[in-house]
């Protein structure tokens, strides 16, 4: 069992930057890949970025070259640096941790990019 808490989201210019985190709790942290979705209002919830168990990075066209997901194995915590932020970034920002046929979310945090 693995629970997760996303912390970070909060209100963005149109240019700027968020950090967010997910925390994980319970164990064999190293041994599942991360991921950050997101949701907007009236949309599919969407893959944003992947990181493997061995290090290996993926991201969405719409976030290349923006966002940047990285894991601290030792911290049990996955990050998703956003620059050059967008108001079409706005949702809320859902981490994820899967391993075979299990796969856990947390609650979410919201990200709002406006002016």
């Known amino acids: 069992q693995v629970q997760l808490v996303e912390s970070g989201g909060g209100l963005a210019l149109p240019g700027g930057s968020l950090r967010l985190s997910c925390a994980a709790s319970?164990?064999?942290?190293?041994?599942?890949?991360m991921s950050w979705y997101r949701q907007a209002p009236g949309k599919q919830r969407e893959l944003v970025a992947t990181?493997?168990?061995?290090?290996?990075?993926d991201y969405a066209d719409s976030v290349a070259g923006r966002f940047t997901i990285s894991r601290d194995n030792a911290k049990s915590t996955v990050y998703l640096q956003m620059n050059s932020l967008k108001p079409e970034d706005t949702a809320v920002y859902y981490c994820?941790?899967?391993?075979?046929?299990?796969?856990?979310w947390g609650q979410g945090t919201q990200v709002t990019v406006s002016s």
């Open positions: 319970g164990s064999n942290f190293g041994r599942y890949d």
């Open positions: 990181i493997t168990r061995g290090g290996r990075t």
């Open positions: 994820n941790a899967a391993r075979s046929w299990v796969s856990y």
